[in-house]
């Protein structure tokens, strides 16, 4: 049995998976910890092992390395069918031949239940999702979001610990898509249940999510708070693939002086080495267009589109390196701007740095503010 820390529902403890053994790991000995009653995202792009962790949880599959524990119980070889864990997969594997009720009672037939109790669950599950007044309408007439709340109901119907989501919005439209951000997210503040959520795209995982795991190649690059993984990326990936993201590479001449592009600019960071090689990230919304004489960094405007709420501009320093700026003041191509940024919109990232040693530097960086 596996010391379970207070709320911990979900414990990975160097966990690795091999589908074959000739081929890299999919899971490359991951420890992760998952709490009662939170909302996480398994973020990265395609391959990086997301839907790999959601199957080990189901039980799916079993892990080649380490161990899982569900509530402190070693789960490794317990069946897919005998955990508190219930899973809405990317095409719904709804029942086109059963009607709405029918599609969400499939669970409890199998188990055997009294048609007064199955009635009152699918009644309750059905309420739940805002689908009363729905149970004799068939599959084959429900839209995209509708099927998505069926498929929902059917997985909370058995009363799961756990809801695990396999891309589950994947197949919808832009504006759909986003109202079902919504209402997954109240869903699960309702229910009070574990939800794990597996997505591509960074912008899903930065509204839904308590926490977010960004895995890339089987391991976890980075885990924290949207706020965490947004404002303080760990490295070069999780910066560029968390939002719009201008990555320069940069020197950290001492604690807060970092040098990019040959100038020398206050930032907020601390505890590195002297005059060490680092990357530094400023967001697009981050840089205000000025004249150029006012501007911290002069660059030449090169492209411009309109994003609706704001122009996207694209611009290139005298070094080469590319800008990208998010304003809602229109820029002209080919002038020459200023962009002026605060010390606290720049990031370094230092090269190589585990999630560990970044979190002890953060750390660092209270115990500095405290002591002033």
Known sequence: MSESKGNTIIQFQHVTKRYDAREPAVLNDVSLELERGKFYT????????????????????????????????????????????????????????????????????????????????????????????????????????QRQRVAIARAIVNEPEILLLDEPLSALDL??????????????????????????????????????????????????????????????????????????????????????????????????NPNEAVDVVIRPEDLEIVPPEQGKLQVRVDTQLFRGVHYEISCYDDSGNEWLVHSTRKATVGERIGLRFDPEAIHVMRLGETEEEFDRRLESYEEHDDGE
């Open 42 to 145: 398994l973020l990265g792009p395609s391959g990086c092992g997301k839907t790999t962790i959601l199957r080990l949880i189901a039980g799916f599959t079993e892990p080649s390395e380490g161990h899982i524990y569900f509530n402190g119980e070693l789960i490794n070889e317990v069946p897919a069918n005998e955990r508190q864990v219930n899973t809405v997969f990317q095409d719904y594997a709804l029942f086109p031949h059963l009607n709405v009720f029918e599609n969400v009672a499939f669970g409890l037939r199998i188990k055997k239940l009294k048609e007064p109790v199955i009635r009152q669950k699918v009644e309750e599950s059905l309420r739940f999702v805002n689908l009363k007044g729905y149970e004799n309408r068939e599959i084959t007439e429900m839209s995209g979001g």
């Open 175 to 272: 504006k759909l898509r986003t109202e079902m951000q919504y209402e997954l997210r109240e869903l699960q503040r309702r229910l009070g249940i574990t939800f794990v959520f597996v997505t591509h795209d960074q912008e899903e995982a930065l509204a839904m999510s308590d926490e977010i795991f960004v895995l890339n190649e089987g391991r976890i690059q980075q885990s924290g708070t949207p706020n965490d993984i947004y404002d303080e990326p760990i490295n070069r990936f999780v910066a560029d693939f968390i939002g719009e993201s201008n990555i320069v590479k940069a020197r950290m001449l001492r604690d807060f002086q970092v040098e990019i592009a040959g100038k020398v600019y206050e930032c907020v960071d601390q505890g590195l």
